[in-house]
């Protein structure tokens, strides 16, 4: 279910607060292929089917780079800022994979509000996020991603 704030003053008050989970997304083999296509990583882990099930894995893989790249579609199902003109993915603060997802794996994403502070102009905030893994032990990722709006 998504959180929807209208303007800064109540994206503010959502620090501390537990944004919920989005959805489950598929990471196919396809989209993997895509993005080593976009990026010119064509390793082998992540795009020779054959190769990858030989490899550590099992399976192809998808790219860190990948996962954490859907952390944006998935962030937009948690939380709506409305009353703004504009929204900038400001940065990270930390990223890692503790799991590899694995071509045909579903993700979603888990994210808590941590931090709301005013910036010339805006609203930064800082979000933590896991990427879970479907039936996964491990998450796929961990991060803390940092966001502006301006009114």
């Not at 800082?126 to 879970?132: I, S, Y």
Request: glycine share 12%; charged share 25%; proline share 5%.
């Amino acid at each position: 279910m998504t959180v929807t704030v209208n303007g800064l003053e109540e994206l503010k008050k959502l620090a501390g607060s537990d944004l919920g989970t989005s959805g489950w997304i598929e990471v196919t083999q396809e989209r993997i292929d895509t993005f080593a296509d976009a990026t010119g990583d064509h390793q082998w882990i992540h795009v020779d089917r054959e190769r990858a099930e030989e490899g550590p894995f099992g399976a192809p893989v998808a790219h860190g780079c990948l996962t954490l790249s859907l952390f944006i579609p998935l962030f937009t199902e948690l939380l709506d800022v409305r009353g703004v003109t504009t929204k900038v993915n400001y940065g990270l603060n930390r990223v890692r994979f503790p799991a590899p997802v694995k071509a045909g794996s579903r993700i979603r994403l888990a994210g808590r509000l941590a931090e709301a502070a005013d910036v010339p102009g805006g609203v930064q905030i800082t979000v933590d996020g896991t990427l879970e893994i479907e039936g996964g032990a491990k998450p796929a990722a961990v991060l803390q991603s940092l966001s502006r709006f301006y009114a």
